[in-house]
């Protein structure tokens, strides 16, 4: 019961909080919700038997789709990664004031919702509902709660998704017809024989919905306006946990079951996903706002998680596993100073920032360790990973691995250039009367610096997670 346990809290006081009044009763509620569901999460994952990670109940019994959740390595991982992130973001971002914050803080927990069914779903079916779950509150909160061009930026973001899950049903359908026992479970999709034309169309189909999700070169330009536009809380759920929902479905769902066409295409994906990692990295570097050049950098950091996914090598594939949560553990990070300085100073511009680790020292040191993250420096949770996933491209082909390598120095050349305008140098008069970040916002700054570091020194635990995931996925090749 633990998986339907960890669908059943988010939802339930989710919709409970539509009825919730005031500021402080909404956002405590949903402090409650998240800090149980993280419980509940951390009690499965780490103390209690495989059998108990997984539920089978009838559904829809007439189409052949069964309420089916299952969670191995990856699916555990991913379940900790959104359960860890929501508490903090809520804690985080406490000060920030939303109109009809009941409303804001329902959605938020009703995305919570998706996102766990979705790293839970062993059904095609119960996949797509938590998938769409999870994209419909996001649409509500940017669209209501957004920036000034919150409506342009709500409706690419629309067309995009809404676009790339029609795409998906439709191959969710073919595939449910050509299922042996006209099934949506995801045992009897590995099992479906396609011809080679088949394959390579329906292929497409899923590929295109997740490859939206991620979002990798060329359909990523949705992203930078929907993260710009967004509130910081809702931006950090897109960077940090749901952009993750394209990666994992890419080896829950694409690899397995079309084994022939992601070979026969992994070529083309990788070069375009290196495009998008060098692209974005250069777009990053002529940034003057702090959250387009966050946006940018996910993108470039995505666009190698593809690129080494499809390279299809065991370091490669071991070095997506961690980075997704490495990944999602740093870019809120990000956030979160991008928001206090927001919300302090009233800009997100580097023209107008300068000096403030001069003013707020603390933050200064969280943020260069986030920095130093970001870039994957030794000893911080992203070496680990970046150094498998570049291992994996180069053992699947040296001059393409050798041409992504500089995204690490162009990573470095933007990252470093964000500290230096925002912590050092002469004060400016926006940053002047800049304060230390307050108490709640340090310590969830803190908890995420230990996370960073304790990964980075000793990243094997969340490499023997995954292992399992890891081989299944290569026995399918």
């Known amino acids: 019961m633990i998986p339907v346990s960890l669908i059943l809290i988010p939802l339930i006081t989710g919709l409970a909080a539509f009825f919730l009044k005031g500021e402080n009763a909404a956002k405590n509620w949903a402090l409650l919700s998240s800090a149980i569901t993280l419980a509940v999460a951390v009690a499965g994952i780490f103390f209690l038997p495989a059998h108990d990670l997984s539920y089978d109940a009838a559904w829809l019994p007439q189409l052949g789709s069964r309420f089916s959740l299952m969670t191995d390595g990856m699916g555990k991982m991913l379940v900790l990664l959104t359960t860890i992130a929501f508490p903090v973001i809520i804690i985080a971002t406490a000060r920030n004031q939303y109109k009809n914050p009941g409303s804001f803080y329902a959605l938020l927990l009703l995305s919570q919702t998706g996102l766990l069914g979705v790293f839970l779903a062993a059904d095609a079916l119960v996949f797509y509902f938590f998938w769409e779950l999870a994209l419909v509150p996001v649409y509500f909160l940017c669209s209501i709660w957004g920036g000034e061009k919150r409506i342009a930026a709500t409706f ?95 080896l829950r769902w694409l690899l397995p079951v079309f084994p022939h066409a992601s070979a026969q295409y992994a070529h083309l994906i990788i070069i375009l996903s290196v495009i998008g990692m060098l692209y974005a990295s250069l777009i990053a570097i002529r940034q003057d706002d702090i959250k387009r050049l966050i946006a940018y950098s996910s993108i470039a950091h995505i666009g190698l998680m593809s690129a080494a996914v499809f390279a299809h090598q065991q370091t490669g594939l071991e070095g997506v596993m961690i980075q997704m949560f490495n990944h999602g553990i740093n870019v809120i990070g990000l956030w979160i100073v991008a928001d206090v300085i927001e919300q302090q100073l009233g800009t997100r511009k580097f023209s107008d920032l300068g000096g403030l680790a001069q003013k707020a020292p603390a933050m200064a040191i969280l943020l260069v360790v986030m920095a130093f993250a970001n870039i994957a420096l030794p000893l911080t949770n992203a070496f680990v990973g970046e150094f498998l996933m570049f291992n994996g491209l180069f053992r699947y082909n040296i001059w393409i691995a050798a041409v992504a390598c500089i995204s690490i120095i162009l990573a470095a050349v933007y990252t470093l250039n964000m500290v230096q305008k925002v912590l050092y140098g002469s004060t400016t008069g926006v940053t002047a009367n800049a304060r230390e970040i307050g108490g709640n916002v340090q310590w969830m700054l803190a908890i995420l610096v230990i996370i960073i570091i304790a990964l980075g020194v000793y990243p094997q635990p969340m490499i023997d997670l995954t292992k399992d995931t890891v081989q299944a996925i290569l026995a399918n090749r």
Do not use: N, R
Request: net charge neutral; no cysteine.
């Open 156 to 250: 690419k973001f629309f067309v995009y998704t809404f676009l790339g899950s029609l795409l998906m049903l439709a191959g969710i359908l073919y595939l449910y017809f050509q299922s042996a026992d006209h099934s949506f479970a995801l045992q009897s999709f590995y099992h479906i024989k396609l011809s080679a034309g088949q394959e390579a169309l329906i292929f497409w189909l899923f590929f295109i919905a997740f490859a939206i999700k991620m979002p990798v070169f060329p359909f990523h330009t949705w992203q930078p306006d929907a993260y710009e536009q967004s509130p910081t809380a809702v931006t950090m759920i897109l960077s940090g946990v749901m952009v993750k929902m394209g990666i994992f479905a890419l």
